[in-house]
């Protein structure tokens, strides 16, 4: 009786003492390292913790279960059934301890969460006993699930490389969901000898040996059915993931401590456009074109496709840490199409208005041209695609409610100085600006004239579309930027499916090329960091070949698909007889007649004044007031 009672005595305490098990932290105060990655996941970059440790945390259901079945099978291969410890294994080691052998092998998994959770030394025998208390209160107050879990995201991998998810990020070069057999069985191993198999440049021969044994056994037991990744050998070349870096730098700026941010950003157009820029470089170093930027949106949805900040971010004689896409530079004649759908807008112009492109003074302001010379008079859509200065001005000029100046305050454009600072000068890129918020002007353009912001993560809300243009002077602006051939062409392709500007600052020290194509706006920028000015820094012959490389690859890959401009649908718009000579409705006596656009009741109505009736002499050739029987037209 007293022997029952003993046992029950004995059985309660054990109960309540199993109950009464203080519960350790698991995950809660561990610092992770923050993940950037791509649209489809690959990472871009993996930050340090606060304790310097490349460590990213992920769910146990984002990791594969070939990875789950090779650390069981090595590591612990009852331990679903134990509580924590295995008795037997425990046992096993006490008795080589005893016989003065210094080899463990009773660890269970969640023995070594314990020591690594709590920074146990576990050489000593005092050591031991407080890894299997810990290991009890873990097993008693979390799930096997989150034990695992925290293993895989706590175990190392070698150097400063923790968690399963890190070590096949940046060993493997993709996530740890997708692993094959040899794969699963190499990251198996690593975490018993990480000093040891760490993977190295050259095949590391512990890591072979360890992954050999451990894929044999498995084999012979059933667990594998593919002997080929027995030899598999893992080698790693000591770099981390480190893409798209001045992108990832102000992803990483508005991260706040984020363990994971998802990016908008398509590697491989990345690495396209990344590309183009290289060999662009390389291709002009004669000339002296050492750097360039580049940045692809998609339209549709704002979201940031592609962002090159400079030719080489390593490069310090060019500055390359600068980020291209956010320092402010001077546009140049890129802001010009905003002024003409302005001016359309406020029914200034319409395509065929005829424009004078003759020296002008604006108050103490006489704008120059480019090429020193000058057209006459010449149709809107003709100015603007030759980038005339003088009628942009003029037309800038004439501008109210929004004027130019408060159109792009609205528009969200940082301009460091008053409108009186600017002046007209405004116009011909007198205003430094981004070109984050040039991709944002024209995306506005390819959606009928709503302004939204760049979304250059995932998760980023759509936010608010302000309308700044009407959805009919959107189009026509575009229309006519779609009418300008490439370089070296005289004509702009018939089908027009490149909306595209270019822009050249004063003293030659940035060259511009805007484009809108497909559901994209590309903007490309060449220039130096420093200000230095250089000739070849023209817009058309400089900076339009690297946009037009970097288009005609986009669809030789087949992600772009061009087709013609078309307008939006239900717009106010018609297409009417223009007189080819002044621009206006013709009228009855004007003989040559050119069809473009025209936006009834916002369009400037006039018939030609150009093409009158004059009634000449029929004997002498000489004009005549009036109509006589001797007269003639």
């Not at 037309?395 to 305050?409: C, D, V």
């Amino acid at each position: 009786m007293r022997r029952r009672a003993a046992a029950a005595g004995a059985i309660l305490a054990g109960v309540m003492g199993w109950w009464a098990l203080p519960k350790p932290p698991l995950l809660d105060d561990i610092p992770f390292s923050t993940v950037v990655r791509d649209r489809d996941g690959g990472v871009l970059r993996i930050t340090l913790a606060a304790d310097d440790r490349l460590r990213v945390f992920t769910p146990l259901a984002a990791i594969s279960p070939r990875i789950v079945a090779a650390t069981l099978f090595h590591e612990d291969r009852y331990f679903d059934e134990h509580p924590g410890v295995n008795p037997v294994s425990l046992a096993r080691a006490a008795a080589r301890w005893l016989a003065g052998s210094s080899r463990g092998g009773a660890s269970t998994i969640t023995m070594q969460v314990a020591r690594l959770r709590g920074g146990l030394q576990t050489r000593t025998f005092a050591g031991k006993c407080a890894q299997v208390f810990e290991a009890l209160c873990l097993e008693r107050h979390y799930s096997k699930r989150q034990i695992l879990e925290a293993y895989f995201n706590l175990t190392p991998y070698g150097g400063n490389i923790e968690g399963v998810v890190a070590a096949a990020e940046i060993y493997l070069r993709h996530g740890p969901a997708n692993v094959s057999w040899p794969e699963a069985v190499t990251l198996a191993v690593i975490p018993q000898s990480p000093a040891r198999r760490a993977p190295a440049a050259e095949t590391n021969p512990a890591l072979a040996a360890a992954h050999a044994r451990l894929y044999t056994e498995m084999l012979t037991a059933g667990k594998l059915r593919d002997p080929l990744g027995r030899a598999y050998a893992l080698r790693w070349d000591g770099t981390l993931p480190a893409a798209a870096p001045h992108f990832v730098n102000a992803i990483l700026g508005d991260a706040g401590g984020a363990r994971e941010v998802r990016t908008s950003v398509d590697m491989a157009v990345q690495r396209l456009v990344e590309s183009r820029i290289s060999a662009f470089v390389r291709a002009r170093d004669s000339l002296g074109v050492r750097n360039a930027a580049a940045m692809l949106v998609d339209a549709r949805t704002m979201e940031v496709v592609a962002s090159v900040g400079s030719a080489d971010f390593g490069n310090r004689a060019i500055q390359g840490q600068v980020d291209g896409t956010r320092s402010p530079r001077s546009p140049g004649s890129t802001l010009k199409p905003l002024i003409y759908g302005l001016a359309m807008d406020q029914g200034l112009i319409h395509p065929q208005s005829l424009l004078l492109d003759a020296p002008q003074r604006f108050a103490d302001y006489s704008p120059d041209t480019f090429d020193r010379e000058y057209c006459g008079p010449i149709s809107a859509a003709d100015a603007l695609a030759r980038s005339r200065n003088v009628p942009a001005v003029e037309l800038a000029a004439r501008l109210r409610k929004p004027n130019f100046y408060e159109f792009l305050r609205a528009a969200g454009v940082a301009l460091r100085e008053d409108e009186t600072s600017y002046g007209l000068s405004l116009a011909l890129g007198g205003a430094e600006v981004k070109m984050r918020d040039l991709v944002r002007l024209y995306a506005m353009l390819a959606d009928g004239g709503m302004l939204r912001s760049l979304r250059p993560r995932e998760n980023d809300p759509e936010g608010s579309r302000v309308r700044v243009l009407s959805p009919e002077a959107a189009f026509l602006t575009l229309d006519m930027l779609a009418r300008i051939p490439r370089p070296g062409e005289t004509d702009a392709d018939a089908a027009r499916t490149v909306a595209w500007k270019t822009g050249t600052s004063f003293g030659f020290r940035d060259a511009w090329s805007v484009a809108v194509f497909d559901h994209y706006v590309l903007a490309v920028w060449v220039g130096n960091f420093n200000g230095t000015g250089n000739p070849a820094f023209v817009g058309r012959t400089c900076a339009a070949p690297l946009l037009f490389s970097i288009i005609d690859e986009l669809v030789d890959s087949g992600r772009v698909r061009l087709g013609p401009l078309v307008p939006p649908p239900g717009a106010n718009l018609k297409q009417v007889d223009f007189c080819a000579v002044s621009g206006d409705l013709p009228g009855p006596f004007c003989s040559h007649r050119t069809q473009g656009w025209f936006i009834p009741g916002v369009s400037p109505i006039a018939t030609c004044a150009v093409h009158q009736a004059v009634w000449v002499d029929a004997v002498s050739g000489l004009r005549r007031l009036e109509n006589a029987g001797s007269c003639r037209r």
